[in-house]
């Protein structure tokens, strides 16, 4: 099993950037493929990037590319998504998790099973 602590959320104006951390309990953290989900008021739960077991390959959703980051520290049990040039588009609560996978693999969002409190982002404008 693993617990899944997300911190630096905030409110940051548009085009700044947010350092979002995600902190896992175990020692199974390289067993996990991670990933950044997010919800806005109103709407459904979406995928935002997410990261193998062993870091090597990364998705992102189309309106993130080139904008966000997603990195894992398997050493220290840590998932890291830096979100720069922030629009009106990205304010949501940011919800790390972690699904088991093979090595090298990406889950489809549905094979997520352990979840974050989440933490909220809140964009300026």
């Known amino acids: 099993q693993v617990q899944l602590v997300e911190s630096g959320g905030g409110l940051v104006q548009a085009g700044g950037s947010l350092r979002l951390s995600c902190a896992a309990s175990?020692?199974?953290?390289?067993?996990?493929?991670m990933g950044w989900f997010r919800q806005a008021p109103g709407k459904e739960r979406e995928f935002v990037t997410g990261i193998s077991r062993g870091g090597q390959n990364t998705k992102y959703a189309d309106s993130v590319k080139g904008r966000f980051t997603i990195s894992r520290d398997n050493a220290k049990n840590t998932v890291v998504l830096q979100m720069n040039s922030l629009n009106p588009e990205d304010p949501a609560i940011y919800y790390c998790?972690?699904?088991?996978?093979?090595?090298?693999?990406?889950?489809?969002?549905?094979?997520?099973?352990?979840w974050g409190q989440g933490t909220q982002v809140i964009v300026s404008s």
């Open positions: 175990g020692r199974t953290f390289s067993s996990y493929a």
């Open positions: 998790a972690a699904g088991q996978t093979s090595y090298g693999r990406i889950p489809t969002p549905d094979e997520y099973t352990y």
